[in-house]
């Protein structure tokens, strides 16, 4: 896994995890890398310093907060309402996907997680799709 840095067309700043230099290349050329605040897909690597680990401990974690920055909030917004409205089919999101397009399941707002190539096939076959600025909430128990 990688972290960039990115900066989009309007200025805005925010971070991506990707799982690696080739995987963003690709993602960002099939127009699927959008900018978390605005959905512009003119989106670039910012200028990033590497994390360099030493030869001390590290630091500990630092805990988790509660959105601070007004792109935070309203990322933590989108978040809430996409999950409230809509149903989390997972990994069947390119299936559930096609299968509502072909009108072989009932229309509804669906979201979901599709490997690189999946999400090429649908917008390539004319399904219309978005890609989300936030992973789903991961349930443990």
């Known amino acids: 896994m990688i972290q960039y840095s990115l900066k989009c067309a309007e200025g805005h700043r925010f971070d991506s995890w990707f799982q690696s230099a080739a995987a963003f290349d690709k993602l960002q050329a099939a127009g699927l890398v959008a900018c978390a605040v605005c959905g512009s897909e003119s989106v670039e690597k910012a200028l990033m310093a ?20 007004a792109a935070e909030q309203a990322l933590a917004a989108l978040k809430a309402h996409v999950e409230k409205t809509s149903d989390y089919v997972g990994r069947n999101f390119a299936k559930e996907a096609r299968a509502m397009h072909q009108g072989d399941a009932p229309e509804r707002a669906i979201w979901g997680e599709a490997r690189g190539e999946e999400a090429r096939a649908l917008v390539e076959d004319g399904i219309p799709i978005a890609p989300l600025p936030f992973v789903p909430t991961r349930k443990s128990n």
């Open 50 to 69: 590497p994390r360099v680990n030493g030869t001390e401990a590290a630091e500990p974690p630092k805990p988790l907060r509660s959105p601070g920055t």
